[in-house]
């Protein structure tokens, strides 16, 4: 169901005419999507992995971290040069 709702909430996003909506779809919709499609990666980790499990588990978490730690400057950047319309 997270994947339905994350590709709804981009679709959405994609329509949106002013900034409230875009806050609103992409923001709280794809939140809610990726808070359901989190416990399912983590658990597919765990299963995978019998022998370094806490490594992988850690590896699996940074990444949304980092990831999001470089899209924030990244967006800035697009947004600035693009607009928030085409950066979205």
Do not use: D
Not at 14 to 39: D, F, K, R, V
């Amino acid at each position: 169901f997270g994947g339905a709702l994350a590709a709804v909430a981009l679709l959405l996003a994609s329509y949106a005419n002013s900034l409230w909506q875009l806050q609103l779809t992409y923001g709280a919709l794809l939140g809610l999507a990726c808070s359901w499609l989190w416990p399912p990666c983590m658990l597919v980790v765990q299963r995978w992995f019998s022998k370094r499990r806490a490594l992988a588990s850690a590896l699996a978490s940074t990444g949304s971290g980092v990831g999001t730690m470089c899209l924030g400057p990244l967006m800035t950047v697009v947004i600035r040069n693009y607009g928030w319309r085409v950066a979205f």
